[in-house]
């Protein structure tokens, strides 16, 4: 079965720390992993997309790995803000199928 | 960058109404587009695939003559909830996908139903 798994559930740091959020998945087939970022009651803000050719994509603070034969991709956000706070999801597009399949995401909290 | 736009951005409606939710792709044609609903603090769960011209994959357990969706042209696809009810409020999130070598998905800004 196609899973995504996000770890930890839930995270609080105090801002200015740098941090990282884990993302597995259960089947190295994939097209493509991509990170979102969902605010309170609203939709979804593409953060990053790799390319499964791809190792990493940078964007501003914002750093995503990938590692097909592991199953892993980590978001590290540098020198966190209280305004990073909210949930972010990982996403796998399967080549099986050409699913999009979300992982329950990790809820961060930036302490000011 | 590629917008996509849902309206109304939320409702409520009576019991064994229908209630009908937009999705447009603003600036690119869009092959597939995708319906997702989302309970509170949990993740995106997929309803449905809809490809342009042609009928919508549903997902196992979502019932296809309650959430009828309709992708009329390469910028439009509507959800259309019938006689709906309490356990039906939720938060519904389209996203659309751009033909291309990429496969990104560009998510709407959600539509809240709520079901009285």
């Known amino acids: 079965k196609q899973e995504v798994t996000q770890i930890p559930a839930a995270l609080s740091v105090p801002e200015g720390e740098n941090l990282v959020l884990n993302c597995s998945f259960t089947?190295?087939?994939?097209?493509?992993l991509q990170w979102f970022r969902q605010d309170p009651g609203k939709g979804l803000t593409s953060l990053l997309l790799i390319q499964s050719s791809q190792r990493e994509q940078t964007s501003g603070r914002l750093n995503a790995s990938l590692d097909k034969s592991s199953g892993r991709s980590t978001l590290y956000i540098a020198a966190s803000q209280p305004g990073d706070s909210a949930t972010y999801l990982c996403a796998v597009l399967y080549t099986g199928g050409f699913k999009t399949i979300f992982g329950a995401g990790t809820r961060l909290f930036v302490k000011a | 960058g590629a917008v996509v736009s849902q309206h109304p951005s939320w409702v409520i409606c009576k019991s064994g109404t229908s209630v009908k939710i937009e999705c447009r792709s603003l600036?690119?044609?869009?092959?597939?587009m995708f319906w997702y609903r989302q309970f509170p603090k949990q993740s995106l769960m997929l309803m449905a695939t809809s490809n342009e011209g042609s009928k919508a994959t549903y997902e196992q357990g979502v019932e296809k003559d309650k959430f009828l969706i309709n992708h009329a042209s390469l910028t439009l696809s509507t959800l259309t909830v019938t006689s709906a009810h309490p356990e039906d409020s939720s938060f519904y999130i389209c996203s659309a996908r751009m033909a291309g070598s990429s496969y990104e998905q560009y998510f709407g800004p959600g539509t809240r139903l709520t079901v009285t």
């Open positions: 089947d190295s087939a994939i097209y493509n």
């Open positions: 600036d690119f044609q869009a092959t597939t």
